[in-house]
Each structure stands twice: as C-alpha cells, then as structure tokens.
C-alpha cells in the first residue's frame, strides 16, 4: 500500500473501531439506562462520530458534484442514503437506522479501499513487467564514463553498458560480447548472445560482458520508450462491453434515484402505509443500486488481462483488441519469419549446360547486391567471391518477382518464375522443395539456385495449440511456389494455403477471407510487421510476430508479439477469451444480485444490512474474480 492508502486504512480501521464500541454500547442498552428517553438522540450523536471519520471525504465529493451539476455517482448514492438513515430518527413511529446508515457509509468505505488496492496492484503488476526505462546513459568523456539523461544521447554516440545495467538505447554493438536477458520484453527466460555488430534493443538487461553500442535511434524512438507509449495508451481504447457498462452507468443512476424517491414518496401518499416505512425501503433501494461492482470490476478485468498478457511479452494496444482477439475463429499466417525462420540457406546451384556453377551465383549475389530481403542476403552470403559494386548499375527490384540489373553490360535477371515469363525468358522447373530463383544473363538462361526455409520448432504446435483453442481454420499466404508452400503446410497441419501471391495480392485474399466471417467471428492476421502493414491494418486484429525493435510492427499491428514464437498466439487467445468470461460472470453475478436484492427492498422484505451486502459484497466477489485475469501462467 501506498502512503495515501496505509492513511485511509487507519482512518477506516479507527472509525470501525469507534462503530463496534457504539454498536456494544446501544444494543447493551446502556445508553438507555443511563439516559432514558434521550438514549436514540445520543446514539445519533455516538454514530455521527464514526461516520464523519470514516466518510467525511465521501460527503465532499458528493458535495463537489452536485455543485458542478454532476451529481449521479456512487458518492451521491452513499451519501442520501446514509444520511436518510440517520434522519428517521425523526420519525418516532419506526426504528432509528443511525447503526445502519453508519455502516453502509463505512462498508462501502471498506469496499472503495479494496478496489483502490486491486487497481493498485494490477498497476503495479505492469509496472514491475514494464520496469525497463532505464534511469541514464553511460557515455565516456576524458576516459570516465559519466551517467547522462538518455534523452541527451544523440544517434551515433557510443554508450557504455556494464553488467547488470539495462540497454538505455536501440544501437549496434561496436566493442564487446555478452548475453542480454530479454525476458521483460519477451518473457522468455533464455538469454541471447550478443557481440560486434549485433544489433541491441533497449529494455534488455546486460548480463556477463561490458559492450559498447553505438546508438541508432534517439531515445524517444528507442524500443523502450514506444513500449512504454503503448502500454500507457492501451487503457484509452476501450472495448464495447466497457463502454457499455460506462453509458450503462451514466443512465443507471439517475434512473435508480429517481425510482428510489418514487418508492419513498408515492405509496405512503396513496394511503400505502406510513412514511417511515417507504422511506426506509427508498433508502435500501437506494444502497444496494450502487452500480461500483460493475463500474470498477468490469474494467479492471480488460486491465488484468491486459497486464498479464504482457509479461508474457504480449503487447495488446487496447481492451477493444483483446475483446475482438477473444472472438478469431479464423488465423492467417504469412508464412516466411512467422511460421518459418525466414533464415534462407542456398542448397542447391544447377547452371545449365556448358555453365559453371560459380557463374550462376557470382551473377545473382551481383544483382542482388542492393537488396536486404533475406533470400537476397542469402545468395550473397553463400557467394564466396568479393561483390565488386562498380561492375552493377541499374538495379532495382520487380516486386514480388525478383532483382533485375546491368552486370558487367550484361541483362542480369534473377527471381522467381513470373519475372522469367514477364521478360520472354526461358526457364524450367527443379525437382528439389525450395525456392527457386532463376538466373538469366542477356535474354539466355543460366541456371536456377535452390533455396530453403527453415520452419520454426513451435510452428506445428501453435497450429495444433490454435484448432485446440477453437480456431475452426489456420490460413497460410505466401510469395513461394505453391509447392514449397502445400510442403510447409501439410508439414505443419495448416489448413489452406495460397501461393505465389504479390503484396497486393495478399490484401485481396484477407478481403475474401473476411467475407466468409460471419456472426462473432473475427478473422487475425499473423506477419512479421515489417512488409505487412496494409493486411496487418485490414484484419480485424492484426498480430506482429518478433517485433522486438520493429517500429513498423508496432505501428501497424493490434497485437505485438515481443518474440518469434508463433505458439504464443494461441495463448494470446486463450487469455483473451478467460478475460472475456470474467468480464461476463461480473456482468451477470452483479446484475442478477442487484436485481433480486432491488425486488426484495421494493417490497419491504430486504433490510440495510442485506442492501450494504448486495452493494459492498457483490462489488468484492468481484473485484477479486476480475484480478484472477492477471494469472496467465497456466494459459
């Protein structure tokens, strides 16, 4: 607890405290023996005591909203309703209520503490996961190194890290080797081994060896800094069953005061009975309308859900994405680094006749010595010879067919089928599963190099994890050739497939897949985020998979996910959906209660004490079954 609370605690506590001694001192009948007929007026002085104790803040508020003009809320409730106990003692044909005004006043004080500490530790609960902005930067002046504020280093600098500190800035390292603990971002507990030339991202934890990184991104566009944005700003994008429940409760209480007031005033001017006893009955409506359990308990289960979700390395922007998550029935994988590694190896170099192989692959690593897709990075790293720039010009890439460029004058082509048929070329197919890219020099074809994907090793236990989970259908798009793709699908239990397909391409097969949703269901787009934005931006909820340092994944998607495991979507769905049955059972369990206790003091049969229940009681029950969305670990 923090200060604020361990005050209100002890406030509470004392004004209890001062209550039960009342309590014993007016249902003993001292009070009566010692003061006779004025014993009522002194137990309303005793209880005044421990009510303003206990409730004066709560007295103030109401006051505050009424004079704004905003005066239906809890505190407005509480207060008519405590006091209108206390004032029948004015009625001297009924029971004085003082006992009981005073402990709706402090039950519901009991309740609001309750709720402060669950909001206070699901907060914290994220704030300790999230704990990776670092305090400063090491940078070295004169040969020491001096603590800066990170927003002081500009790109290029050189910082220090030392073990034990965490990465203030995204950089590369330039000096050092070490292994950085990822797992407040990933929530993976292997550490990964960095050195020269590795790229760093902030929020990690060094751990063995001193580095030093040369900074990339200034600190307000570092990783860390976009993470802490998106958590902060989640809680702004709320979902339907949130804002239901926040309009619900904006028309909810004016409407039940004014029924409250109706019961109190109507039947005894019918003639219905005495005043005293439809006032009473007005002022149990009155507590047990209080709609806290609802207010509170509903968004602090999207929170909980959304706080454990994160440290697991699952970045959900907002509680309307984790709603629409609880409800996919429909996965899209794109295939290359989500549900493979997307680390392209050349296997196989087949020139043509009369052609040497090292021919063949010093003409496509030329072609290809612009480009950083990975199957590009792959022909040059399986190229031994030196790539001489001044021999190329002209290059550029066709996309989604390949590289075309000017090599030594010569026409160099090199991509996938498409390209040969675009420019005339001939080609013929290979039997080896892989990518095929082929050569063509001048119009002439040289060759094809064979290239494979590696699949990831959870791959095929996230598709098993999602149809176990209730997705009724695992879609995969790719570039590749259909047989490569119908290889790694029927490997991995994927249950359709569409091949050879361009970018654009890609947007269209969602927009089909989207019209055959219907209900509830909800279609999710899986991709690396990097050249998936338009169909990661189309779906309905869009999930970027190994984003750690990708501002185009974090930009574009609805749902980050920290680390390159495709099984953590799975999980990602199932702590959605417990969220989402949480957010349900409070729904019902509040209204149900309410409504049956309503009923009851409508016609006489509940009393204050079983109203203090129905307001206090259910709003606990709650809170505590929404906080069990923090716990993940089993999902």
């Not at 909001?119 to 670092?134: C, N, Q, T």
């Not at 969602?510 to 990661?536: K, M, Q, Y």
């Amino acid at each position: 607890m923090n200060k604020k609370q361990l005050r209100w605690r002890n406030r509470i506590v004392l004004a209890i405290a001062v209550f039960a001694a009342v309590m014993v001192l007016d249902r003993s009948g001292a009070l009566a023996a010692a003061l006779g007929g004025a014993a009522p007026w002194a137990a309303f002085v005793l209880f005044l005591v421990p009510y303003l104790i206990g409730g004066y803040d709560v007295l103030l508020k109401a006051a505050r909203n009424i004079r704004r003009g905003d005066p239906f809320d809890e505190a407005f409730l509480m207060t008519v309703a405590s006091l209108g106990a206390f004032a029948t003692i004015a009625f001297p044909d009924t029971e004085p209520q003082m006992a009981e005004g005073c402990a709706v006043m402090l039950f519901y004080q009991v309740g609001e503490l309750f709720q402060s500490y669950a909001v206070g530790k699901s907060r914290k609960s994220i704030a300790e996961m999230m704990d990776i902005a670092p305090d400063y930067a090491n940078v070295e002046r004169d040969g020491e190194l001096v603590e800066v504020d990170p927003d002081e280093v500009a790109v290029g600098d050189v910082i220090v890290v030392k073990p034990g500190e965490r990465v203030p800035i995204d950089g590369r390292v330039v000096e050092g080797s070490s292994q950085l603990d990822t797992a407040a971002l990933t929530g993976e507990s292997i550490p990964r081994h960095v050195e020269a030339g590795a790229d760093v991202i902030s929020g990690c934890i060094n751990m063995t060896g001193i580095l030093r990184v040369e900074t990339t991104k200034p600190f307000g566009e570092s990783t860390v800094s976009r993470i802490l944005e998106l958590v902060e700003n989640a809680s702004e994008k709320k979902a339907r069953t949130e804002n239901f429940i926040t309009r619900f409760a904006r028309w909810y209480t004016p409407i039940v005061t004014l029924s409250a007031v109706l019961l109190a005033v109507f039947p005894p001017l019918l003639g219905m009975g005495p005043w005293s006893d439809w006032v009473l009955r007005g002022l149990t409506f009155l507590v047990v309308s209080c709609p806290c359990a609802l207010v509170i308990s509903v968004p602090l289960s999207f929170f909980g859900g959304i706080g454990g979700a994160s440290r697991l390395g699952i970045l959900v922007k907002g509680s309307n994405y984790l709603e629409q998550l609880a409800k996919v029935d429909t996965v899209v994988f794109d295939k290359t680094g989500t549900l493979t590694s997307g680390t392209f190896n050349v296997v196989a170099v087949h020139p043509e006749s009369g052609v040497d192989p090292d021919y063949v692959l010093s003409m496509a690593a030329h072609a290809e010595a612009y480009s950083d897709h990975p199957i590009a990075v792959s022909v040059k790293r399986a190229y031994s010879g030196e790539i001489d720039r001044e021999r190329i010009r002209d290059a550029h890439e066709e996309s989604g067919h390949g590289v075309s460029a000017i090599v030594d004058e010569r026409v160099v082509l090199v991509g996938n089928d498409r390209l040969m048929e675009e420019h005339g070329g001939s080609w013929h197919d290979c039997d080896l599963t892989g990518t095929i890219l082929h050569v063509s020099v001048d119009g002439a074809y040289a060759g094809h190099i064979v290239i494979a994907d590696v699949v990831k090793d959870d791959a095929a236990q996230a598709i098993a994890d999602l149809h176990e989970a209730g997705v009724r259908r695992c879609v995969m798009l790719t570039g590749d050739r259909r047989d490569v793709a119908e290889a790694v699908a029927g490997r991995l239990g994927i249950d359709e497939v569409r091949a050879q397909l361009l970018p654009e391409d890609k947007v269209n097969a969602v927009e089909r897949l989207l019209s055959l949703e219907h209900g509830d269901g909800r279609l999710a787009f899986v991709g690396d985020g990097i050249n998936d934005a338009p169909v990661l931006t189309r779906a309905d909820v869009g999930v970027a998979m190994g984003a750690m340092g990708s501002d185009a994944a974090i930009e574009a998607a609805d749902v980050v996910l920290m680390d390159d495991h495709p099984s953590k979507i799975a999980r990602a769905i199932r702590i959605a959906r417990k969220t989402m049955r949480i957010v349900w059972q409070n729904i019902v369990f509040a209204l149900g209660v309410k409504v049956a206790i309503l009923v009851l003091a409508a016609v006489g049969v509940a009393n204050m004490w079983l109203a203090v229940f129905g307001d206090v009681g259910v709003a606990m029950i709650a809170i505590l079954n929404a906080m069990r969305c923090m716990r993940v670990g089993d999902l």
